[in-house]
């Protein structure tokens, strides 16, 4: 404890999704580079914890749910830190961080500007800019310090433990693919149903790949799901993975393809090529820097990510993406 009370104490939110969090790793171990004395707390929702675990540039992981947990417990966390860093948008750590007397308050204002001590303001290209280049100009301008664009575009994930391979291992083996066998992975539903696309498309662009290259697509998610895929080109994972499984299933296959979500931030960290799918959202803003194929219809209204009170609730800009167009886009990499 006395070690820690001499180290400069960072306290790092980012309450989102998981692809959130993994977005937010570059700044984190650039952080670690810069402040190689700090410790680093980063405080995650429960959903992302397992991603992230074990990171060496992260000392600790602090959970919390709004939901479920008190005003109190987040304040009493916050005390003793000399640097808060608001990655996020939220408004709450922003207000506990200035009750607990955090002496330099780093955020987007967003509400909240009356709570933080070193105010960024909301740009419009902010909206249009890959979001660990948008993280990382908030961090430099809050802290005067320089994060290099380059060190952004690395993304960090925890590996899977040898239990986890293991049993993802025997998993695909059951399921019919033999080791070493190359494959495709892909996870065709998204938390979002304006970024889904059709699953009998994804079906057809499966049995074309098996088709014409002999490569199987191993299928994952989690949820609900009742689809016949085609039994001789699919892998059907559903349901019986964890994150650091699906880590090692995106790292060792041949390419990833998949809607804007999670699994392309793991394929980035992984260094695994991916092609994806954008509608509503903005590949500007979302897509990897490297090993990337964008297929998207170009329709006028897209994308709008939602923003400014978007209320779309037809996505036609995932119905015109047509299987031709996905399956141009795999060959490039399927070919090399």
Known sequence: MNKIKNMKKIFVTKQGGIGDVILATPILSELKKIYSDSYITFMILPNAV???????????????????????????????????????????????????????????????????????????????????????????????????RNCLNQLYVAAANQND???????????????GEKYVVSSPITAFYLKDWSLDKWNMLYRRIYRNYGIKSVVFGNGNLSYQWDKEAVIDLWGMLNLRQVGELIKNASLLVNSCSMPIHIAAAMKTSCV????????????????????????????????????????????????????????KFLDA
């Not at 919390?64 to 640097?83: Q, T, V």
């Not at 922003?94 to 204002?109: V, Y």
């Not at 391979?165 to 080791?179: F, Q, Y």
């Open 50 to 148: 397992d991603v992230v675990k074990g990171l060496p540039f992260i000392d600790e992981i602090f959970v919390y749910d709004k939901r479920k947990d008190s005003f109190f417990k987040l304040w009493n966390k916050m005390r003793g830190y000399d640097i808060a860093i608001y990655l996020d948008l939220t408004y709450r750590p922003a207000l506990i961080g200035s009750f607990a007397r955090i002496p330099l308050r780093i955020g987007i204002e967003h509400k909240r500007g009356f709570w933080l001590t070193k105010k960024i303001k909301w740009q419009e290209y902010m909206d249009h800019t890959y979001e660990p280049y948008v993280m990382g100009n908030v961090v430099s301008e809050g802290l005067g310090i320089t994060l290099p």
């Open 165 to 179: 391979i293991t049993d993802l291992c025997n998993k695909m083996s059951d399921t019919g693919l033999l080791p």
């Open 276 to 331: 994806i799918l954008y509608g509503y959202t903005d590949p500007k803003r979302w897509a990897p820097r490297q090993a990337c194929q964008i297929v998207q219809s170009n329709l006028s209204c897209s994308p709008c990510d939602g923003y400014h009170g978007s209320t779309c609730t037809d996505p036609r800009c995932m119905k015109k993406i047509a299987v031709d167009d996905v399956y141009d886009a795999c060959k």
